[in-house]
Structures are given as C-alpha cells and as structure tokens.
C-alpha cells in the first residue's frame, strides 16, 4: 500500500509540473500582437487608437508608452484599432473599459466619445490624449503645446532653406507643410510653424496643404510633389502615416522633410533633416505611474510643451549626417529658452 502511495504521490508531482509549465508567460503576445492576460492582479490598459499601429508617429509613440509601462510597472495591456472607422470608436472604448481598470484614448475623435462612456464606467481611469475635457473625475486629459514644437521646426526650416552648400536647396525662401487634416490640432502645428519661420525670416513663405487623411501615403506624395513643383524644398509633415508619402517625394525630388511626433529620421536620414517630437508615449507613461500612486487631480487637463519637455526637435543619432549646424541648433535652443521665459510667444491654433 505504501509503494502504491508513493508511485501515486509521484505521478501527481509530474502531473503538477507539467501544468505549471504550461503556463504562459506574464508579457507573452497573442495571435494579435496584445500581451496574453495572465492570473494575478496586473493593472489592465486598455489602449485605444482612432487610427492604428504602423504609422512610425502618433499611434506607436502612445504603444512605446503603455509597453515602457509593462516593463516597468508589470501592468498587462491589450490594443483596440478604430483605423479611422467612426463606427468603431464607442465599441472600442467599451470593449477597453471591460478589459482593464485604466483606458488611454488616443484621438481628437473620441472628444464625445470618452465622456459617455466614462460616466457607464466610474471606476475606469481614462486618459484621453490630443484634446481636452474638463470636469469628470475619472477622465484625465494630456494636451500638447504642439505649437511650440513646430515653431522650432518653422525655424529650422527657414534657416535651412537658404543654405545653398545643401544640394537640392536653393536661394528661394519657399517652405511647405502637410497636414492631415484641417483640424485644430493640426492648426497648432500649421501656426506654430508657421510663426517660428517669420521668426527667423519675414519675408518667407509658407504653404501648406491638408491631405484630409491620416492614413493615405499617395496622398501625401501628392501633396508634397505640387509643394516641392511650387519651389518648396522642406516640407513639414504632421498627417500621421500619410507623412509618409511626403517622405517618398522628398526622395524622389531630391529635397527635404520634416517629421513629426517621433524621431523619424531613420525612416530616411538622407532627405529627413530633422522631427518636431510630441511625446505622446511619455504623457501616457507618467499618467499610468501617477494613477497607481494616486497622485492624479481628478477631470484635470495635464500640459505638455516645452517647458515639460513634451515637444521638442530631434536631430537623429550621431552616425547621421547633420543638415542643422551647430550655430543653427543653438539658434534653437536660444529660441526654446525664449519661450519657455514667456519672451517669445507662440500663437495657438486650437
């Protein structure tokens, strides 16, 4: 009896074992990109697209936050992508709202979504990113002083634009833009560049063109090829993945571009000069870590600019060739410094 006992008690240690193994991974992916849920209490993030991953600007800086969040904070997340499709937003949202205890928005088109649904769901923390709600305590809001960034970028452009020793630029005082659409938000980027370039040059000219898409790269080669056949010879990008295109036609023409959001320059470092950063990821990333530690102010706008840090131009990595020069960056920095005194002030296009 007692060697059956022990044979039995072995088996049900394999048995356990095996079971154990089994398991998978906190972190581990499921067929659809999202980290598997896994047993224990893990804070769940809902993050929640208008458009969706792959643009290499807005959407995956705010997936570069909730996954910088995973590894830091151990929380679990799942992904929803509306891909621009306005019959998807409230379903979205719900369906993140049921998933987690936290849920990032991402999207000036959630504006009437996310109050709604954050009243059927009180104890969600929303963070609604790109445009502001005031008032409901369980939604948090993060806007950016996209307008500051891009009066660097507006800067940039109008001292490169002269700077003849750059092949493909020549003595014209033409520079360009595409945006996404004509929207509010992307006003603060048209003003704001806009202005940084009549900072540096009054007599320049800036044109600019609305795609009407976020989500169309041939129409943003479109676009940025009549600017280019105007006499533009930098073009500023703030279409999402439409920017794309305006990167093809930069290289295709020979001339220069601008991107936006993230450091995009490694999409193509010979014909992108430089990125006005909007640190998307980072504000979703500090507003997760402030939740769990209880020190959010409760239907409050959070602000991120230049003074946080939460727009800025980035000039890629070291092993790039650099179209800026030293005097021009300090150029920059001089005017960031300016800003952040309240010395210059950027007009606002929102």
Do not use: W
């Amino acid at each position: 009896m007692k060697k059956k006992l022990t044979i039995f008690l072995a088996l049900m240690l394999i048995v356990s074992l095996a079971l154990s193994g089994c398991k998978k991974a906190p972190g581990t992916l499921d067929a659809s990109g999202n980290p598997e849920e896994a047993s224990g209490d893990a804070v769940k993030v809902g993050l929640v697209l208008a458009g969706g991953l792959g643009d290499r600007s807005f959407y995956d800086s705010s997936h570069e936050g909730v996954e910088k969040a995973k590894n830091d904070f151990g929380i679990e997340y799942k992904v929803y992508e509306c891909r621009n499709d306005s019959s998807l937003l409230n379903d979205q949202v719900v369906q993140a709202s049921q998933y987690g205890s936290i849920v990032a928005v991402v999207g000036f088109e959630f504006f009437d979504v996310v109050p709604a649904v954050a009243k059927e769901f009180p104890d969600v923390h929303y963070i609604y990113v790109d445009n502001e709600i005031e008032g409901i305590d369980n939604v948090i809001t993060v806007s950016y002083a996209e307008n500051e960034g891009a009066f660097l970028a507006g800067a940039l452009a109008a001292m490169l634009t002269t700077e003849t020793s750059i092949e493909g630029i020549d003595e014209g005082k033409l520079i360009g833009m595409v945006g996404g659409r004509d929207i509010p938000v992307i006003r603060n980027y048209q003003v704001g560049y806009e202005a940084g370039a009549k900072y540096i040059d009054p007599e320049i000219e800036i044109q600019t063109i609305f795609a009407e898409d976020f989500e169309d790269p041939a129409k943003g080669k479109d676009n940025a090829t009549v600017l280019y056949g105007r006499g533009a010879d930098i073009i500023f990008q703030a279409a999402g993945k439409t920017g794309e295109g305006v990167f093809e036609a930069a290289k295709e023409h020979g001339k220069y571009a601008i991107g936006v959001d993230t450091d995009q320059r490694y999409v193509n470092p010979d014909n992108i000069v430089a990125s006005m950063v909007k640190e998307v990821g980072k504000s979703i990333y500090d507003v997760i870590e402030k939740i769990q530690k209880d020190e959010v102010e409760k239907g409050k706008v959070v602000y991120y600019g230049l003074a946080q840090d939460g727009v800025g131009v980035s000039y890629g990595t070291e092993d790039m060739i650099q179209f800026a020069t030293e005097d021009m960056k300090k150029t920059l920095e001089d005017i960031k410094a300016k800003i952040i005194s309240g010395e210059i002030t950027v007009p606002a296009g929102k």
